[in-house]
């Protein structure tokens, strides 16, 4: 929503906000730069739209119908987010790239405009996480415009469907995972998605003929290089990937001879890496070897919460965030954080939402199956509630101690205060890894863990 925010006021628009939880670790620095380019904030009382009068209410999908703010302005005429965020860029006159999955949207995003950046090319970017590299005093990194964009990129939300309000020019669709809906629903939402876009789109090789008959011809293709391609001189194909101090490197199948080393962590990133790769040579209409794509990969430093070293222990263990919140990406930071670390993972993810944690529970199990090793341990931390409707059920604890009846190391952690007490006393690990989305306390609350002591 901030981000949509910044591009509204950006685009000449007076533009107001309202929150549930106005101050708090992870949201004052966030409220102060959305100040300081003169967003007004409100508590979500019905006090800004008292106080604001708005032409046009603005809501994500999360927003119940008897919010305060809704009841306050019944005559206010409204738009989702998605939609407004779709007008707001069909005003400009950029060349338009979503990037759908998922997995690995804001990373990606941000990948790919820092790219395009870095081979010449102005661009506006909206994004879902903080970049790294569009951080200044004043914006978050979430949002970033040059002067005159030729290029808008931005990711779109399966979760709540909206990805089908878009028309881009070129659309990515990474990868689909368990995460808000069975796999025939999600075929279906992203191949309406891909039907949306007008020039081309890119899509994994495992993924090719699942959606044959959606989106324009013109296609390009990257694979995880661990399964066989049937068409592999016309796909993007990482490989030889090896982890290095401070990111990883790889080869890639369309620059012959050339080593690519980049700031991103785990074998996901190399993938992640030739989709953006395979992405750019549809985009930029030449083959992908016309391209430094070496300087164009490198430019990217990264974004907060995805893999982000926090710092270290009193005995030197590192501590990471991450935002992954669904199966895939957990296994995926897991077994990036045994890698970066040297040894067994000491793990706390906390759940963004009941129905999120019912809904991936069974997934969840399966892929924790597969991917704690000795030496590992995992432990759910009391889900995250942001208010609003909820069954409260299940619990983390019910669901910890099903999963640890049927033999895996996962146990139940009832505070933040227990979980810095096993910091703590961590021994014999290679790195303490925090999971979870949506709670903005998350980040600061891991780097307090670089301060626990015995």
Known sequence: MSGLAQLLVHQGYEVAGSDR??????RDELFEKLT????????????????????LLVASAAVEEDNPDFVAAPDTRRLGRAQALASALNRTETIQIAVAGSCGKTSVTGWLGCSLRALGYPVLVVNGGYVLDFETARSAGNFHADPSPRFSVYEVDESDKSLVEFQPDHGLLLNI????????????????????????????????????????????????????????????????????????????????????????????????????????GQVLEMPCTGIDMQTALASFTGVRQRFELMGQTACGLPVYNDYAHNPDKIAAAIATAREAGGGGVLAFFQPHGFGPLGFMRDSLKTQLAESLQAGDRFLLLPVYYAGGSSSFRPTSGEVAQAFAEDGL??????????????????????????????????????????????
């Open 177 to 280: 995972g368990a995460d808000h809906y069975e796999r025939s629903e999600l075929l279906d939402v992203f191949g309406r998605f891909l039907d949306r876009c007008r020039e081309s789109v890119t899509l994994p090789a495992d993924l090719l003929q699942d959606f044959s008959a959606h989106g324009p011809r013109m296609r390009g293709c990257f694979a995880t290089g661990s399964e066989p391609v049937a068409d592999a001189d016309h796909c993007m194909i990482p490989s030889e990937y090896a982890a290095r101090r401070g990111g990883a490197s790889f080869s890639l199948s369309g620059f012959p001879g050339q080593r690519f080393e980049v700031c991103q962590h785990g074998a996901h990133s190399a993938i992640n890496a030739a989709a953006v790769a395979a992405l750019l």
């Open 21 to 26: 939880q106005m101050s708090g670790p992870g």
């Open 409 to 454: 190391p996962v146990e139940f952690c009832a505070t933040r205060v227990s979980a810095e007490a096993l910091v703590a006393k961590a021994r014999g690990i290679g790195a303490v890894l925090v999971l979870g989305a949506r709670d903005p306390s998350l980040p600061s609350w891991t780097r307090t863990l670089t301060e626990c002591k015995l």
């Open 36 to 55: 300081s380019i003169g967003i007004a904030l409100f508590s979500q009382d019905g006090t800004g739209p008292r106080s604001f009068a708005p032409d």
